[in-house]
């Protein structure tokens, strides 16, 4: 497993946190998700061999949210 902290831009709300979250905790190989509303960090842990770190910041793209 690989840790990963992505920084995304307009979140702002319970919402967002559940629309993040819920997106890419979706994806095969990925483990957790904890998005940090505070600092608009998402904490990403997840198998590289079968989730690429593109395809996470894909579909934070995807909800409408900037990725750094």
Do not use: R
């Not at 702002?12 to 890419?24: F, I, L, Q, T, Y």
């Not at 095969?28 to 998402?42: F, Q």
């Not at 910041?57 to 990725?67: A, C, F, L, N, S």
């Amino acid at each position: 497993m690989e840790k990963i902290t992505i920084k995304a831009n307009g979140m702002s709300c319970g919402h967002c946190v559940n629309a993040v979250e819920g997106s890419v905790s979706k994806l095969a190989g990925v483990d957790s998700v904890k998005v940090h509303l505070d600092t608009g960090n998402v904490d990403v842990e997840f198998n590289p061999s079968e989730v690429s770190l593109s395809k996470i910041k894909e579909t934070i793209d995807d909800q409408g949210y900037d990725v750094e």
